[in-house]
């Protein structure tokens, strides 16, 4: 039987944020009414539909705007097109970089209709370059840009120009994060941030260092639906919204619905009862070791395990977990199951990672390893 239409499926690869299953996993509820997407309730005429996100990101992150596009590459593609076309943007050759899935950053910046100027080189790049590009009379430099490059790292002789430096150059600075780890602090956990977000960029203290505008994903470590966020100064927020391809890029009510509710979490410090991802990437070792112990069938070991925040996010950096291991390859029946199940399978035995596996699918994955013999 083939399965056409996409479904519900239990991640149990241990990549939390897995971009073949959909990266966070997050509910999107509303009913079918009208909405007030685009009205204003208290005046009772036409209303802006990014007004809530506007005011709850701002707040969130510390800017004076923002708004939500269909993902991180149409924020990058429109910020680059309102505040850049037809001029310059220096970018460091290390991190003129490809984002799984087609996202290189030369490309989306001809698509823009700004002109790439490459400074520095692969491995090393200093504000000085970035200074002389500005100075030439030929350059025309409208923006640096600056991206994080999330999937890997360069280490040995490097030297890369930070956020704070480059803030002291008189062009607007674009910062794309990335993931959309809200504050490298993590206020909203109860100890001190996880080893595995070393290094991750926070919004927060990416504006607080300097930058003009930020962008990030929906769906990474901001922990919600497929979107792109836009935060940063007011006059670039307010251009971005009045270039004729914020129509384009624009999503539903649905999505910008589910990003304030996101985003009112945040503001709350309610992540890791509402959203899934943090709550999955929250939980205790122990806590997944003795879900992965009570769901185990005898013929199974439970060992340790190391998952991965995924989605390109802190690559390299491993988040503590437990597995069930069973012999032999049982990939095929799992996922043949009416709600798939998708595992991995290493050295013979098949590996499900709790970790990524949301507490309420134990007992739907109990059932599917009962069904399995060895
Ligand atoms: C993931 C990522 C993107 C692409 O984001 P999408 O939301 O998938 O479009 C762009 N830039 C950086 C730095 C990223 O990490």
Known sequence: MQRLLQSPAINATGVLLHTNLGRAPYALQQPAHASTVEFDVDRGERGSRQRGVNALISRLVGTEAAMVVNNNAAAVLLVLAAVAAGRGVTVSRGESVEIGGGFRVPEVLAQSGARLIDVGTTNRTRLSDYRQAIQSTTADVAAVLKVHPSNYRVTGFTETTST??????????IVDIGSGLIDETCPWLPGPPPAWLDGEPGARQTIAEGADVITFSGDKLFGGPQAGIIAGRAQIVTACMQHPLARALRPGGHILAAVEAVAMSYLRRSVTVDLPFWQMASATLDDVWQRAAAIAPTWARVVGSEAVAGA??????????????????????LRSRPLPIIARVRDAATVLDLRSVLPTDDAEVAVALAALTP
């Open 164 to 173: 704070a430096q480059l803030a002291t150059l008189d062009v607007p600075l």
């Open 312 to 333: 390109g996010s802190v690559p390299g950096l491993n988040i503590a977990s437990a597995a069930i291991e069973l012999p032999g390859d049982h990939l095929a029946a």
